[in-house]
């Protein structure tokens, strides 16, 4: 069956210091795609990040970078630089059948 | 333009009343979906259609039902509304690559029952 396993509910990082979200998958699928969103207080769903299971390289998308290892079933989102509009919460999810599946989210918050 | 719009953003309304939730997308995507948000923040998919055909059907009480007059719009309209039906409801949609592309979201509706 797949599971996503965020097991941080939350995390404080300074501002301008780098933080790793941590998230674990499970599937018997070789075939899937990961995925972080991120939700801030406003509510609304914001795509950050992708990297499918096939891909050799880490995706990086401006200040994310999603740190992949396949052997361990992991896929943790790495955010450099941090700033105050990154608190959020953060979800990481799985897609490989039909259905995208999230963990149980992180909230990040950010202080100066 | 927003790519999924979702009217209402915000429902308030009292048990045993039926109410509807509309979603569409200008993405040109053949699936949509509906996910609940619940007061955790856990988000569980509910049901998904393609090209007005329903594909998955979640363990979701009845008096919930989707209905998608074509493969733009997707609405969900629930009836005799619960206490525990108290939640925030997301549209999404996905081209067929949605393993590669992900799922694009709407805005949200949070609907409060009193």
């Known amino acids: 069956a797949q599971k996503i396993t965020q097991t941080q509910p939350g995390m404080f990082v300074q501002e301008k210091e780098a933080v790793t979200l941590d998230c674990t998958y499970d599937t018997s699928d070789p075939s899937y795609g990961l995925f972080w969103y991120k939700q801030p207080s406003s509510g609304e769903m914001i795509f950050l990040i992708y990297?499918?299971?096939?891909?050799?390289q880490n995706a990086t998308e401006g200040r994310y970078s999603l740190n992949f290892q396949k052997a361990r079933k992991s896929a943790n989102l790495v955010i450099s630089a941090s700033q105050l509009g990154d608190s959020a919460m953060y979800f990481c999810a799985m897609i490989n059948t039909d259905k995208l599946i999230f963990g149980t989210g992180t909230r990040l918050q950010v202080f100066p | 333009d927003t790519a999924v719009s979702q009217t209402p953003k915000y429902l308030v309304t009292q048990m045993g009343n039926d109410k509807s939730i509309k979603c569409e997308q200008n993405l040109g995507h053949d699936t949509m979906y509906w996910y609940k948000q619940d007061s955790k923040k856990f988000l569980k998919i509910m049901f998904s259609y393609n090209n007005k055909e329903l594909i998955i059907n979640e363990t979701v009480p009845n008096r919930f039902s989707p209905k998608s007059p074509d493969k733009a719009h997707l609405n969900l309209h629930i009836n005799s509304l619960e206490l525990g039906d108290s939640a925030v409801y997301f549209c999404?949609?996905?081209?067929?690559?949605?393993?590669?592309?992900?799922?694009?979201f709407g805005s949200g509706t949070r609907l409060t029952v009193v």
């Open positions: 999404a949609s996905s081209p067929s690559r949605a393993r590669v592309y992900g799922y694009t």
């Open positions: 990297q499918g299971s096939y891909d050799q």
